[in-house]
């Protein structure tokens, strides 16, 4: 069974940094493509950041293009998120996703992974 830990969210000041960590277990980690969404109370879950499986293409929404950077290390089965210049409106709880195939058609959307974390609360402060 596919486990996904999310770790490393936390409160910052508006301009700060966070970097966060998605521990996965319980299939080959290498063979996925892996996510990042959040959820902002009230919201509905958005796209952030997603990586193919071997990590030479990346995505990211036009929110955080330039400031946040998704990465993966196959060998310690982890996907990261580094945040930085954070905003007020960057303030979610953040999930990490995986999907069940081997390929997607569209990496944005939600209902295209399987496997979510329990998700890391992410707070920015103005």
């Known amino acids: 069974q596919v486990q996904l830990v999310e770790s490393g969210g936390g409160l910052v000041q508006a301009g700060g940094s966070l970097r966060l960590s998605c521990a996965a277990s319980?299939?080959?980690?290498?063979?996925?493509?892996m996510g990042w969404f959040r959820q902002a109370p009230g919201k509905e879950r958005e796209f952030v950041a997603a990586i193919r499986r071997t990590g030479g293409i990346t995505y990211y929404a036009d929110s955080v293009k330039g400031r946040f950077t998704i990465s993966r290390d196959n060998a310690k089965n982890t996907v990261y998120l580094q945040m930085n210049s954070l905003k007020p409106e960057d303030t979610a709880v953040y999930y990490c996703?995986?999907?069940?195939?081997?390929?997607?058609?569209?990496?944005?959307?939600?209902?295209?992974?399987?496997?979510w974390g329990q998700g890391t609360q992410v707070t920015v402060s103005s």
């Open positions: 996703a995986a999907p069940a195939s081997y390929s997607l058609t569209d990496y944005s959307r939600p209902r295209n992974y399987d496997y």
């Open positions: 319980g299939r080959t980690f290498s063979s996925y493509a």
